[in-house]
């Protein structure tokens, strides 16, 4: 009986200190555990901060396209064939806009178009030939238009010129109509693109060429 009540004794022990070495020694389940969760390595990211930054990653950059002008009369007939050589299609396309004149020099209204005939050959033998005489039915219609000037200062500079000539019936006006500007646009414009309209830009000296972000359509 004591032989098998010391060996219960010494099993009790054996087995709180096996508990007591497992109980400083974490699991294997534990020690996986330790490894994955940092706390202090977790930062926690506003919902909507998130959402606005995946937007702005997601959405493309703009297209890029390149402006050439602006023409009107006869240059805008020249840049249209010069680009039509390009070939470039539905890639190009026009910006419109009109802009007031300004100042017109001209010679009022005569009684009939025999009397604007006469005059206008009077200002030819004075070296003076860019006029014309105005046919459209309205209240200028026998008048003679000699310039149409931006400024003030640059249609009473004409006048003072054509008048040193010999013209006395010369008058200064506001001239209410609009000349059409254009502007090409070329729609993300290729290396080799660049490159020819550059040097067609050459010939143009007034014009300006620039690169823009595309407007939407």
């Not at 219960?8 to 096996?18: I, K, T």
């Not at 249209?80 to 910006?95: H, V």
């Not at 500007?181 to 290729?190: A, D, G, M, T």
Request: hydrophobic content about 40%; charged content about 25%.
């Amino acid at each position: 009986m004591k032989g098998m009540f010391w060996l219960l004794v010494l099993a009790n022990v054996g087995f709180a200190g096996y508990m007591q070495l497992n109980s400083d020694q974490p699991s294997k389940d534990s020690k996986l555990l330790q490894q994955q969760l940092h706390a202090e390595k977790i930062v926690l990211l506003d919902p909507i901060t998130f959402s606005k930054q995946v937007a702005v990653d997601e959405k493309p950059a703009p297209a890029r396209c390149l402006e050439w002008g602006s023409f009107s009369g006869d240059e805008l007939s020249r840049a249209e064939t010069a680009l039509t050589e390009l070939q470039l299609g539905d890639r190009l396309s026009q910006i419109e806009s009109a802009e007031p004149v300004g100042y017109w020099v001209y010679i009022p209204p005569f009684a009939s178009r025999a009397e604007a005939d006469i005059k206008a050959g009077q200002l030819n033998r004075l070296r003076i030939t860019e006029h014309f005489i105005i046919q459209e039915s309205s209240d200028w219609r026998n008048a003679i238009s000699l310039g149409v000037f931006k400024t003030d200062d640059a249609a009473k500079n004409y006048l003072a010129i054509i008048k040193s000539k010999g013209v006395r019936s010369g008058v200064i006006g506001l001239y209410k109509g609009q000349v059409k500007h254009i502007v090409f646009v070329i729609k993300e414009p290729n290396e080799a693109t660049i490159r020819r309209v550059t040097e067609i830009k050459q010939t143009f000296p007034d014009s300006n060429l620039s690169a823009a972000q595309c407007a939407a359509s």
